[in-house]
């Protein structure tokens, strides 16, 4: 949960029964179904919106986490889901790991890329890319990563390495020049495409409407939970 001190943390919660799984894979090999419940792992990180502040989910309807398009990948594997979450140009950017796990452990959040997010390796094309991987202190393992896309005027000392904190400032929401890359005509366009991975199995996003609104306290998705597939709800 997202605290006055910087502090986000989130209680543990049980998933309701549901149809058939894959048996337990090694990062996100496909097997043969078996019939088993959905729970959640012994401890998750949520998701938050990237942005600091109101943002909106999926404003125009156009890109929903079910079959929004997925760009990037992590360990050799595409990432789970992704969502456009928007809001104008000037918002503050931040990442969108909770500060916890769901069992009370410290979670550290490093940055793992910086790079130009679009093919064409300019930055006026759509901003900057910035990978993050977070870490149960607990344990020393690593739970998830997300991809932070579309990040305008990146400060230097966001750069591999660097560990953040939940209010830690990655950038700032920004217009980009009209692209493949970068379909917006609009202030209200501008938005953060979004990319989440499990470090093994699949990590799941909460279904909502689209034009729904977001702060900083909504969870929006968890690293950790032992999904079946890509593109799946919690």
């Excluded at 090999?29 to 600091?52: C, D, F, G, H, M």
């Excluded at 790079?115 to 300019?122: K, L």
Aim: aromatic residues 8%; hydrophobic residues 35%; positive net charge.
């Amino acid at each position: 949960m997202r605290l006055l001190a910087a502090a986000r943390h989130v209680f543990a919660t049980a998933l309701l029964a549901s149809a058939s799984l894959l048996a337990a894979p090694t990062a996100h090999a496909q097997e043969a179904p078996q019939p088993q419940a959905r729970p959640l792992a012994a401890a998750t990180v949520s998701v938050y919106p990237p942005i600091q502040g109101a943002s909106v989910w999926d404003r125009f309807g156009q890109t929903p986490p079910s079959s929004h398009h997925r760009v990037f990948s992590n360990w050799g594997y595409l990432n789970d889901w992704s969502v456009d979450i928007y809001q104008n140009p000037g918002a503050t950017v931040v990442s969108p790991f909770g500060s916890k796990t769901s069992a009370g452990a410290p979670v550290t959040v490093r940055v793992v890329t910086v790079t130009p997010g679009c093919a064409t390796g300019n930055l006026a094309d759509g901003g900057w890319r910035i990978g993050l991987e977070a870490r149960d202190d607990s344990t020393g393992t690593v739970v998830g990563r997300a991809d932070v896309m579309h990040v305008d005027q990146k400060p230097g000392s966001i750069a591999v390495g660097a560990t953040v904190g939940p209010w830690t400032r990655l950038g700032q929401t920004g217009r980009f020049r009209y692209s493949s890359c970068y379909q917006v005509n609009g202030d209200t366009g501008a938005h953060i495409h979004l990319e989440v991975i499990n470090r093994t199995k699949y990590s799941c996003y909460i279904a909502r409407s689209a034009g729904a609104g977001l702060g900083d306290e909504t969870v929006i998705g968890r690293v950790g939970t032992l999904n079946s597939g890509p593109q799946q709800s919690c």
